[in-house]
């Protein structure tokens, strides 16, 4: 009996150690980040999105007049619930929204056609309030991106297709909205996909270092793909399982046969 336990167990053993420790070393995010110092970061600039053609913009315009504010948002007026429900979903979103067009345009209403594209999303508020103060006074504008959305992929917990309400999104971020990272992923080792004019583009990360906060892919953008890879021992520990699964039956079996008065 103990012939066959002993190899048993320190194959075990090692099976276990092999399958954990690489994951282990792979799964702390900016392990490599020091301490109590300003981690540096790309200029505001160099990750801001620049509308394009397709992008849908929410835009919201108020004033002190009830009846003129029915005029200027058409869709729900100044009815608060009725505003929620026409964009709680990506299709609302879409057809209740000002996509911009191929030209660069949104046509608001009184407004009329109004110069977007080509202009970073924290500017398009500034711009469309320009435009309003030509036509109304003491008008209030809102405008938020209702296209946001990102797709995370790989070794995550649920990989799917994100939406950001806000306008801005770090790859932290998405990450987290995907619910973490698994247990046979390698931080080390993200990608960041993002389209362009040209083609698409390609960003890897190692979010083991707080160097990733330079890399213009750790501040994502509308439609950009997030693909995390499993680190290499991946199928050493799916084996390993197996492996702890397979022994302890055989641990279970012979315990058993013991019992029965089975000579080994």
Not at 153 to 161: A, H, I, P, T
Not at 188 to 195: A, D, G, T, Y
Request: some cysteine; aromatic content about 10%.
């Amino acid at each position: 009996m103990r012939n066959i336990f002993k190899p048993l167990f320190f194959f075990l053993i090692a099976a276990l150690a092999l399958s954990s420790c690489e994951s282990y070393k792979q799964m702390v995010i900016l392990k490599d980040a020091p301490l109590n110092q300003m981690i540096k970061q790309l200029p505001l600039k160099e990750t801001e999105h620049i509308l394009k053609p397709g992008d849908v913009l929410y835009v919201n315009i108020t004033t002190m007049n009830p009846d003129l504010n029915t005029i200027l948002n058409p869709q729900a007026g100044t009815n608060a619930s009725i505003s929620s429900q026409l964009y709680n979903s990506p299709t609302n979103a879409y057809l209740n929204g000002y996509q911009v067009d191929s030209a660069g345009y949104i046509i608001l209403p009184m407004l009329g056609n109004v110069k977007v594209g080509g202009v970073p999303l924290p500017q398009v508020q500034s711009v469309v309030q320009q435009r309003a103060d030509k036509f109304i006074k003491n008008a209030v504008v809102n405008v938020k991106m209702l296209n946001f959305k990102v797709t995370v992929m790989g070794e995550v917990n649920r990989q799917g297709v994100y939406y950001n309400p806000d306008n801005s999104l770090t790859v932290l971020q998405a990450i987290a909205l995907a619910g973490g990272s698994t247990n046979t992923s390698s931080i080390r080792n993200v990608m960041v996909i993002r389209n362009f004019p040209g083609g698409d583009r390609a960003y890897k990360l190692n979010l083991l270092s707080d160097k990733a906060y330079s890399s213009p892919g750790f501040y994502l953008q509308p439609n950009d793909y997030v693909i995390v890879h499993p680190n290499k021992n991946k199928n050493l520990q799916i084996n390993g399982q197996a492996f702890s699964l397979f022994f302890s039956s055989v641990s279970i079996l012979i315990t058993v046969l013991l019992f029965a008065g089975v000579k080994l």
